[in-house]
């Protein structure tokens, strides 16, 4: 069973970089037809897609995060990685690495088959 694991700072400061990583065990992130994504959910709002990496390596973005988003992967770990330049206090979330059968943009459609934990972040001076 393919298990997903989120890792990266807890705390940010405005303007910076937020960097996470999704290390993937029990499964490649080169199979065919799975996306691995990047979906956030900040206090007391639903689930937001951010984005995926598919196994081509090919990146698809949320049109509103797209300037100010990258996924990119690393196959030899297994990993793949979300960077979101300039983050703001609207950026505080729990963050989450998921793998989807196809890309499915809605994060509570049917397709979502592996999911992690989620790690907080909060964006604060």
């Known amino acids: 069973q393919v298990q997903l694991q989120e890792s990266g700072p807890g705390l940010v400061k405005p303007s910076q970089t937020l960097s996470l990583t999704c290390t993937v065990s029990g499964g490649s992130v080169t199979i065919n037809y799975y996306y691995w994504n990047w979906i956030r959910q900040p206090p007391g709002k639903e689930l937001e897609w951010m984005g995926a990496?598919?196994?081509?390596?090919?990146?698809y973005y949320n049109p509103s995060l797209k300037s100010r988003t990258s996924i990119s992967r690393d196959t030899s770990k297994n990993q793949f990685t979300l960077h979101l330049n300039s983050v703001t206090p609207e950026d505080t979330a729990v963050y989450y690495c998921a793998r989807s059968f196809g890309l499915i943009r809605n994060p509570t459609a049917d397709g979502y088959d592996s999911w992690g934990q989620g790690t907080r972040v909060t964006v604060s001076s």
């Open positions: 990496i598919y196994h081509t390596g090919a990146a």
